[in-house]
């Protein structure tokens, strides 16, 4: 994902992050709730992670969550490039996410 970000080749980057927010949240379920969603839709691991992980923090990194989840239509099926601007946000988002989920998975060991 970083090596993609700066090289500047932003689909890649942004499928990336984007699978990078996705295999945190398992990762942070799997060790807070022993679940996993199997859900066909990866917008339901954020309602996952509300439930299971319940705090205002969580319902916060949920919303980011979701936001981060909004770009992979954009960037896998729509007939255009991803933006720097667009690659940015995300990379912004996608790192304040990933750092909450691995904090919380080192604090549980």
């Known amino acids: 994902m970083r090596d993609a970000f700066a090289k500047q080749n932003w689909n890649a980057f ?12 398992d990762a942070l379920l799997v060790k807070t709730a022993g679940v996993r969603s199997m859900s066909e839709s990866h917008h339901d691991v954020a309602a996952l992670l509300k439930e299971k992980i319940a705090s205002p923090e969580t319902a916060e990194q949920a919303r980011r969550l979701e936001k981060i989840l909004s770009k992979k239509n954009l960037i896998e099926y729509q007939d255009r490039e991803f933006t720097p601007d667009e690659a940015y946000a995300l990379q912004k988002d996608v790192e304040r996410y990933y750092s909450w989920a691995t904090d919380r998975l080192s604090k549980l060991g």
Do not use: D, K, P
């Open 14 to 25: 942004g499928l990336a992050a984007v699978h990078c927010a996705i295999s945190a949240s």
